[in-house]
């Protein structure tokens, strides 16, 4: 679903991302994690089309993003870590905008947009405006609006961000009904036991490169740490190049 092939960006002599090889399967959630500044965000805008890279290609459901951004881009949902709103919208405006902006047909946006807006407790707030919800409501409203056109590719930056404790739980659970209804999810995350929780493979990023990539138990193994949680294969893996 995602396949990532000598992906790089600079930024004036700063390569921020370096010849990145990636594949996200339909039905997997994959976590991407990495020290601050390893280039997690900038991989994720690029997967995302909201980037361009300085070189190497990105396909989305087979189609390429470079020459076909539209095409592709009608197959992902992304929910970035800051959600960017339109204030002066209501919580079922702004699902109306994005629903048009994807071309979901008239006929099935209520329904949808009913279903997204309670599964994230919206429900009650969905004729106000945006500028009077919390920050973890306008979290759950950005991923209501990403998920409506139904993408067969999630991209996530941070996702928890915000939310509470109950609202973690269910967007954990949301992330793997999405999986196993086929969708392919590629999820950055500074918080490891989510990771570890809920992720198929995980990849670890670390000064623009991928250093390893694989289950739980693959990572362990190429750390040495046999048994050991996701934070010591981390800082084990990322320790080794400073």
Not at 41 to 53: N, Q, R, S, W
Not at 133 to 162: F, K, N, T, W
Request: glycine fraction near 8%.
């Amino acid at each position: 679903m995602i396949e990532i092939s000598g992906l790089a960006k600079k930024f004036g002599n700063f390569r921020a991302v370096d010849s990145l090889d990636l594949t996200v399967n339909a039905g997997e959630v994959f976590g991407f994690i990495g020290p601050n500044g390893a280039g997690k965000t900038t991989t994720i805008k690029m997967i995302a089309g909201v980037l361009a890279p300085t070189w190497g290609r990105i396909k989305i459901c087979g189609i390429d993003l470079l020459h076909h951004p539209e095409a592709a881009k009608r197959k992902i949902g992304f929910i970035p870590d800051r959600p960017y709103l339109y204030e002066k919208l209501t919580g079922m405006e702004f699902l109306r905008f994005t629903a048009d902006l994807y071309g979901v047909p008239d006929k099935i946006f209520n329904t949808r947009a009913q279903q997204q807006l309670e599964m994230f407790s919206l429900a009650d707030w969905a004729d106000e405006m945006i500028e009077s919800y919390s920050h973890g409501m306008r979290q759950r409203v950005i991923m209501a609006a990403a998920l409506l056109h139904e993408p067969a590719v999630i991209i996530v930056d941070e996702p928890m961000v915000g939310l509470d404790p109950v609202a973690i739980m269910m967007v954990k659970d949301l992330f793997q009904r999405l999986a196993h209804a086929g969708a392919a999810v590629f999820m950055s995350t500074h918080t490891l036991a989510v990771a570890e929780d809920i992720c198929d493979r995980i990849g670890i990023i670390n000064r623009g490169r991928l250093i390893a990539s694989g289950t739980t138990a693959d990572l362990q193994r190429a750390a040495g740490v046999t048994d050991a949680d996701l934070e010591h294969v981390f800082l084990n893996l990322t320790q080794r190049q400073n």
